[in-house]
């Protein structure tokens, strides 16, 4: 297993193959990079294309059991906090800094379940890869 300095681990969530949602994880390898500009030694990883970006704010309270994606997205926690429970009833919970790469394009009900927690809407960065 890698040093946790050398990854980032981001969350998946997607489609099981039988109708359902799950989620699971992904690393992301980190490489040692110096910057000439800033004089300091920085961990980037490799590049990725995408096609568009987006913010979305959803309100306290906001819930939805029908929700899925679209597209291939990589979505960005800005501030707020967010529960996602799959369709196996497994919940995680997201808070600011959170990355959740989100692969459920194909709708089978019932998705997922989305519930934004606290007294805070929760602002979204959502970076569409195809």
Known sequence: MQDAKTTMRITTFSNDGQGG????DERVELRGSYNDFLEAAL???????CKRYFFSELPPGFSSSKDFSSRRQLCV??????ELTSSAGDVRH???GDVILLE???YEPP?????IKGEHPARVLSVQID
């Open 111 to 115: 998705g997922r379940a989305i519930f």
């Open 94 to 96: 997201f808070v600011a």
């Open 21 to 24: 949602t799950h989620f699971g």
């Open 77 to 82: 926690l800005l501030s707020g906090e967010i």
């Open 43 to 49: 961990m980037m990883s490799g590049s990725r294309l």
């Open 104 to 106: 459920d394009i194909d």
